[in-house]
Nanobody, 126 residues
């Protein structure tokens, strides 16, 4: 089992930038798909970005493509989400996720991940 501890987030204005961090413990993230989901009030959890299990591919939701960047530091066992040009519609609780069993076709499904961070609030004011 992997424990995921998130940091970052907060209240920003539209157009600002934020970086979320997710530190994994218990296992190294080698051969894990690691990524981010978010949930806005009254909405379903939605996919944001993820690395494939091999780490060779990155996938993004259309709504964040070109503005958000997922990256990772293997030495620190940490995944990051750099968020630029934030919009009010990006307001949500963001969750770090990891799985060593998810298949490529399921990378965008929340139920494919069995390890979740505690969540961190990101609020973007207009």
């Amino acid at each position: 089992q992997v424990q995921l501890v998130q940091s970052g987030g907060g209240l920003v204005q539209a157009g600002d930038s934020l970086t979320l961090s997710c530190v994994a413990s218990g296992r190294t993230l080698t051969n894990y798909a690691v990524g981010w989901f978010r949930q806005a009030p009254g909405k379903e959890r939605e996919f944001v970005a993820t690395f494939s299990r091999t780490g060779g591919y990155r996938y993004y939701a259309d709504s964040v493509k070109g503005r958000f960047t997922i990256s990772k530091d293997g030495a620190k066992n940490t995944v990051y989400l750099q968020m630029n040009s934030l919009k009010p519609e990006d307001t949500a609780v963001y969750y770090c996720v990891a799985s060593n069993r998810v298949i490529t076709s399921s990378l965008r499904r929340a139920d494919a991940y069995d390890n979740w961070g505690q969540g961190t609030q990101v609020t973007v004011s207009s």
